[in-house]
């Protein structure tokens, strides 16, 4: 029998994802502005940033950002999942999914940044959060009609 604790498992995958690309961000942006000989204050924005240093150097800062988006929906169901106790082994599984394609989506997004590689694992990765979703609305319906 599965513990309903399983599904915080790949949740902290995804903070270690999101801990993993904040670095590789500042790993290749510092050098990068190093290169670039330009005082610290010219890169007060994001768009600045983008704009000073070559493409494939923001690519984590890009994906970052998108570590921000699904995966907070992501966060929110695994803690609703485990503060009803309602995880089942097929919750757990497509959270692991979940983050597995993340992982992917975050390797191609750093990397070579292939549009549509990246995009297939985003969009498998978000079948397998609205998969989370429709059983924790499914299940809340059910309850509340007990």
Not at 63 to 88: G, H, R
Request: proline share 5%.
């Amino acid at each position: 029998m599965m513990k309903h604790e399983q599904i915080l498992l790949p949740m902290l995958g995804m903070m270690v994802l999101t801990a993993v690309v904040w670095f590789v961000m500042y790993a290749r942006r510092i050098p990068a502005m190093q290169r670039a000989r330009k005082p610290a204050q010219v890169y007060t924005t994001p768009d600045k940033t983008a704009e000073l240093l070559p493409e494939q150097v923001n690519y984590p800062a890009y994906n970052l950002k998108n570590l921000f988006e699904l995966p907070v929906l992501f966060y929110a169901l695994c803690l609703y999942f485990y503060v009803t106790a309602t995880a089942a082994s097929i919750d757990v599984f497509a959270a692991w999914l979940f983050l597995l394609f993340r992982i992917a989506h975050s390797a191609i997004h750093c990397t070579a940044n292939i549009v549509m590689a990246r995009f297939v694992m985003y969009s498998a990765a978000a079948l397998a959060l609205w998969f989370m979703l429709g059983r924790a609305v499914w299940g809340a319906y059910l309850a509340a009609m007990v």
